[in-house]
């Protein structure tokens, strides 16, 4: 199948490493123009990320970067990119988790942070965005997020609470921006072994008295798939709605976990 994303522009936040590294990867793949973005202070890894999509893929990236907790900065490097590149066709807002723990373990701080980080700065990317997708008569938007978008998940308060508040947004923005064939959906990932879940399951494990190793053995054997899903799979979910090929699936809340969740 043609996903009709040649030399379309696909801004994906976040982007240097972990599964939004993988889904610019396969962006990159079918042939869109790939913005891979992140911090100044990770300048290193977002260079290694630009030299891995093109070894892989033969199509470089471009390479931008910006603050999460700086709103001004996301504004002035989406204007950027559109102007530099001629447009933007798709956004994938992507962001480090927050803080793990349990609501008396946190603080307001923590709360201001978790705000900023996942949901906040998705809300300016799209108001940059959004002209360069009107003016280029349409774009695609997906809000990756979490599994907690279908299922709470324990000591995870922080996003459980503002995924939920990206789901929210995404199906009112879908239906606020369908006359102008932009699409908006919000995915999730299931559990796809990168930095953030090592961290998360060594948290897991010590509360448990197991050690990593143990921990991971028994948390993929728990799931139907018997596995952890791959950055792949995830990523091939995302590049299908975020391209033209997906011309009516909007407004929709989507996890790619093997059926992980139990939640319809």
Same mark, same amino acid.
């Given at each position: ?29 079918? =042939?869109?123009?790939? !913005?891979? /973005? %992140? &911090? ?5 890894? *977002? @260079? ?89 008569? =349409?774009?695609?938007? !997906?809000? /990756? %997020? &979490? ?5 709470? *998940? @324990? ?104 059926a992980m969740t139990t939640a319809?």
């Amino acid at each position: 199948m043609d996903l009709g994303l040649k030399d379309k522009v696909v801004v994906c936040l976040s982007s240097a490493s972990g599964f939004a590294k993988g889904i610019a990867t396969e962006f990159a793949r079918e =042939g869109a123009k790939v !913005v891979v /973005s %992140t &911090s100044e202070a990770f300048r290193k890894e *977002l @260079d290694q990320a630009v030299a891995d999509i093109e070894k892989e893929t033969g199509n470089k990236p471009y390479a931008y970067t910006y603050d999460v907790l700086d709103n001004e900065s996301i504004t002035v490097m989406i204007e950027k990119i559109g102007k530099d590149l001629g447009g933007i066709y798709g956004l994938v807002n992507h962001c480090p988790g927050p803080k793990a723990g349990a609501f008396e373990a946190l603080t307001e701080e923590d709360w201001a942070d978790g705000y900023q980080k996942c949901l906040h700065s998705y809300t300016y990317a799209i108001r940059a965005a959004l002209p360069f997708m009107k003016e280029g008569g =349409g774009g695609r938007i !997906v809000n /990756s %997020t &979490s599994s907690s978008i279908k299922q709470a *998940l @324990d000591n995870l308060i922080l996003s459980n609470t503002f995924r939920m508040g990206v789901v929210g947004m995404s199906k009112t923005m879908a239906r606020e921006f369908g006359q102008y064939n932009i699409l908006v959906n919000a995915m999730g990932p299931g559990r796809i072994y990168t930095d953030r879940i090592k961290y998360l399951n060594s948290i897991r494990a010590e509360k448990a008295g197991m050690t990593l190793e143990e921990y991971n053995e028994k948390d993929a054997a728990s799931f139907p798939q018997k596995r952890y899903q791959s950055v792949e799979e995830y990523a091939r979910a995302v590049v299908f709605m975020g391209s033209p090929a997906n011309g009516a699936i909007s407004g929709q809340v989507i996890c790619v976990d093997g059926a992980m969740t139990t939640a319809y």
